[in-house]
């Protein structure tokens, strides 16, 4: 049976379903890529609130996130960062640091 649904069935004979096909992203290198497990990864990290990946027909994938205004503040709270608002704790050094490293520990658990 054709649904368009992407998925897969576990060694219990389990199925589960990951996407929707015609979600599929084809980067310019001819690689399929599922944008929505990307997205549900990034939104594993505390601070990330909504996360969007787009990419198709490009040599690489971008993501775009916005943070989860009450664990970044809570994050700057208890570092003493001070800022005048959630655009302006967004740029602030400790932030970016932070960001950085929370996304290339997710990039580390997906193939290349």
Known sequence: MHTGDVGYIDDKGYLFITDRKKDILITAGGKNVAPQYIENLLKTIPYVSQSMVFGDARPYLTALITLDE???TKFSRDR????????????KRE???LMNNEIQ??????SS
């Open 105 to 110: 520990s997710m990039n580390e658990k997906l």
């Open 80 to 91: 003493k960062i001070l800022y005048q608002d959630l655009a302006d704790l967004s740029k």
């Open 95 to 97: 932030v970016v640091e």
């Open 70 to 72: 009450d664990e970044i």
